[in-house]
C-alpha cells in the first residue's frame, strides 16, 4: 500500500479538528451508524472544555488504496514545541486559512517552520461559505506571507483548494458550495511526496512525541526513517551525541488506524508508529539496530521565553482538599512534563520547596497547572516573569508580534492602553465589518495580565493574537496594576454583615460562607495602596432592638476568576493558591509585619 505523511497547520479556530472529523468520515474509517463525537481529535478534558488542540496527535485513514497518515496540530503559538517536533515525521502539510481572517500570526510561525524543512503546502482556504469571506485578499495574504518567509519557486507555487470543513465539501472552483473532500484526497496523493525513507538500511526511528500507558508504560511515538522493525527485536536509544541511553526490546509494535493505535508485528521504513519496551528514552532519542552508533538529527526547539514559581502550597489551608502536597511528588510530577513537553524547562530551587518553570507563554504553563490541580496537587504558584538574556548591547528581553481585531470605535483606547505597555504600532488597516487589524511589536512582559483588561475595554469584542518575535532591548520600567488589594487581617468565614460595608472600597472576591485566613486576598481596592480588612466581623446581638426592623444586606455576586486570570492578575509579592477545588489569592508573606519588613528592604535595595 502506498503512504503519505501530512500535517495539518493553522491559526487556532481556524477549522483544523472539523476538518480532520470529515476526513474520517469520508474516508470510511467510521461505520454509517457509529457514533462519533465532534472534533474526535481533541480526545484530551482540557482540549474538549476549552474548544481548543492542545496536544499534536497522528491519525489515520485509507483512500483508494493509499493510507494517508496525518497529524493534527495546536493553533496556539504556546503550544509550538509540539508543532515543531512533529514537522520532521511529515513529507507535506496542508495549510489551513480562514476565508474570512486571512494568514494570522500562528500562521506565519508554523509555516516558516515547515517552509525551512523544505515542506510543499497545499493552501486550503476554510470556511469559504462565510458570507464576510474575502477569498482573492486572503490568498493574496498567503502568497505575501511565503515571500516573507523566503519560500522557494517551488514552494510559491502552491496548489489551491476552497473548502468548508464543516460541510464537508472541498473544490478547486471558488464559487462550489456543495460537494465532498474527493478533490483534497487526489490533492494529498497526487502532490504530497511519498516519504523518502530507506527500506533497505538498519532500523532507525526519531522519537518525536512521548506518552505513558498503565499497562505498556513509556510509549513512543515518531517516524521510521529506514529499515523496518518487529516485535520483540532487539534495539537500543542514542541520544543527540550518539552516547547509548538504554538497550531493551520493542515489546510492542502500534501503527494508527483512525483514531486507534493498532498492535502490529512488523513496522517498516516511512511509516508513523508507537513503539513499547524502552524505560528511559524519550522525545528527540534515536531508536535504532544495535549496530547503529550514528543518531539522527532531531529539530532545535525555540527556547521558552516566560517562568514561574511551583511551590509546595503552605497556606493555613494546605492539605484539606489535595492528596499531592510534597516537594517530592511535585518534582516527580514536574520532571515527567518536562521528559514528554521539550518546550518546558525545569529548575530546583535552593531550598528544595520550589521550582522554576519555563515555557512559551501564560497559556501553556496555565494548562499544566490546571492538568496538575485536577490529579490532586496542591501548589502556590508565583506571577509570570519573562527571561531576560545579555545580548552584544546589554539586557534583552523577549518581544512578540501582537495582532488586535477590533471594532473601530475602540481602536484608540486599544492603542492607548499597548502604548502605556510600551509597544510599538508596525500597522494598522480596516479589517472588513467595521472592524481594524492593528500590528504591535510589543515586549512580552507588558502583556502579562492584559488580555482581561483588553476583553473589558473593547466590551468582548476585540480578538487579540500573540506570537513570539524576537529578543529586543530591555524597555525599562513598564507599570502594572494600577490596583491595590483588599486582604484579611484575620481567619475565619466571610459574614454578610461586614462584606455589605466593604463593597464601597472595591470589588470583592469572595462571597458569603467562604473560609478565610489572614494574608488571603479578598477583593480589588478602588485605590492604589493596598487595604487590610475585617470581613468575618458579625453584628453584636444586644437585647435592645431598633424601631423597625434590620435592613437585609444585598451583596453583588462576587468577581471569581479563573486560573489564567489569577495568574495574570497577581503582583510579585502575592500568590496563587491552587487546589483540587479552590483557586485562593494571597499575599506571599501572610503576616503584616513581615510584609512590612519585605516592602522596606526592597525599597533600600
Given at each position: ?318 492539605g484539606r482538599e489535595g492528596t499531592k502536597v510534597t516537594s517530592r511528588m511535585i518534582r516527580d510530577r514536574l520532571a515527567r512534563e518536562a521528559e514528554s513537553n ?264
Amino acid at each position: 500500500m502506498s503512504l503519505r505523511n501530512i500535517a495539518i497547520i493553522a491559526h487556532v479556530d481556524h477549522g483544523k479538528t472539523t476538518l480532520v472529523d470529515q476526513l474520517f468520515r469520508q474516508s470510511g474509517t467510521f461505520r454509517d451508524n457509529q457514533r462519533v463525537e465532534e472534533r474526535a481529535m481533541d480526545s484530551n478534558d482540557l482540549e474538549k472544555e476549552r474548544g481548543i488542540t492542545i496536544l499534536a496527535k497522528p491519525t489515520s485513514i485509507e483512500w483508494e488504496g493509499t493510507r494517508i497518515n496525518i497529524v493534527d496540530t495546536p493553533g496556539h503559538a504556546d503550544f509550538g514545541g509540539e508543532v515543531e517536533r512533529i514537522l520532521s515525521m511529515v513529507d507535506g502539510v496542508i495549510l489551513l486559512v480562514d476565508s474570512s481572517e486571512g494568514a494570522m500570526p500562528q500562521t506565519k510561525f508554523v509555516t516558516g517552520k515547515a517552509l525551512a524543512l523544505g515542506l510543499r503546502p497545499i493552501v486550503v482556504v476554510n470556511k469559504v461559505d462565510r458570507p464576510d469571506e474575502r477569498i482573492q485578499e486572503v490568498l493574496d495574504e498567503v502568497f505575501d506571507l511565503f515571500v516573507s518567509l523566503e519560500a522557494s519557486d517551488e514552494q510559491l507555487d502552491f496548489p489551491v483548494l476552497y473548502a468548508s470543513g464543516r460541510n464537508g465539501y472541498a473544490s478547486e472552483d471558488p464559487q462550489a458550495r456543495s460537494g465532498t473532500l474527493t478533490p483534497m484526497f487526489q490533492k494529498i496523493v497526487d502532490h504530497v511526496p511519498a516519504p523518502s525513507a530507506d527500506p533497505d538500511g538498519p532500523f532507525k526511528f526519531l522519537v518525536t512525541l512521548l506518552d505513558r500507558d498503565n499497562f505498556l508504560g513509556r510509549v513512543l511515538t515518531g517516524l521510521v526513517f529506514s529499515g523496518s522493525v518487529k516485535t520483540n527485536q532487539a534495539i537500543h536509544a542514542l541520544d543527540n551525541d550518539g552516547k547509548i541511553i538504554e538497550t531493551g526490546r520493542a515489546s510492542k509494535i502500534m501503527s494508527f488506524r483512525g483514531l486507534e493505535r493498532v498492535p502490529v508485528d512488523e513496522a517498516k521504513a516511512g511509516d508513523i508508529i508507537s513503539l513499547a519496551g524502552l524505560t528511559v528514552a524519550t522525545v528527540s532519542n534515536t531508536i535504532c539496530d544495535p549496530q547503529v552508533t550514528e543518531p539522527l538529527h532531531a529539530q532545535p526547539i525555540d527556547p521558552p521565553t516566560l517562568s514561574m514559581r511551583f511551590a509546595v502550597n503552605d497556606s493555613p489551608m494546605a492539605g484539606r482538599e489535595g492528596t499531592k502536597v510534597t516537594s517530592r511528588m511535585i518534582r516527580d510530577r514536574l520532571a515527567r512534563e518536562a521528559e514528554s513537553n521539550v518546550a518546558i524547562k525545569v529548575t530546583e530551587s535552593a531550598d528544595k520547596d520550589s521550582f522554576e518553570v519555563a515555557g512559551r507563554g501564560e497559556l501553556q504553563l496555565g494548562v499544566l497547572i490546571e492538568t496538575m490541580r485536577r490529579e490532586g496537587f496542591e501548589l502556590g504558584i508565583s506571577r509570570p516573569r519573562v527571561l531576560f538574556r545579555d545580548g552584544p548591547d546589554g539586557l534583552e528581553e523577549p518581544y512578540e508580534t501582537v495582532v488586535i481585531d477590533v471594532d473601530e470605535e475602540y481602536s484608540g483606547t486599544v492603542v492607548d492602553k499597548m502604548a502605556i505597555r510600551k509597544a510599538e504600532l508596525t500597522d494598522m488597516r480596516p479589517s472588513g465589518g467595521g472592524k481594524t487589524r492593528i500590528t504591535f511589536s510589543a515586549p512580552s512582559r507588558g502583556l502579562i495580565g492584559y488580555h482581561g483588561e483588553f476583553l473589558s475595554d473593547t466590551r468582548g469584542t476585540g480578538i487579540m493574537n500573540r506570537l513570539f518575535e524576537k529578543y529586543g532591548p530591555h524597555k525599562g520600567k513598564i507599570e502594572g496594576r494600577k490596583n491595590g488589594v483588599l486582604i484579611s487581617n484575620g481567619a475565619g468565614e466571610a459574614n454578610a454583615y461586614a462584606l455589605g460595608p466593604l463593597e464601597e472600597r472595591g470589588i470583592l472576591m469572595v462571597g458569603v460562607g467562604e473560609a478565610l485566613y489572614e494574608g488571603m486576598i479578598i477583593g480589588e481596592n478602588a485605590k492604589p495602596d493596598d487595604l487590610e480588612v475585617n470581613p468575618m466581623k458579625s453584628k453584636a446581638l444586644t437585647n435592645f432592638r431598633a424601631s423597625g426592623k434590620d435592613d437585609a444586606v444585598r451583596l453583588t455576586p462576587p468577581k471569581k476568576l479563573t486560573l489564567e486570570q489569577a495568574i495574570a492578575y497577581i503582583d510579585d509579592d502575592e500568590m496563587v493558591e491552587v487546589t483540587p477545588k479552590s483557586i485562593r489569592l494571597r499575599k506571599r508573606w501572610l503576616d503584616p509585619n513581615e510584609r512590612k519588613r519585605q516592602s522596606r528592604s526592597k525599597a533600600a535595595a
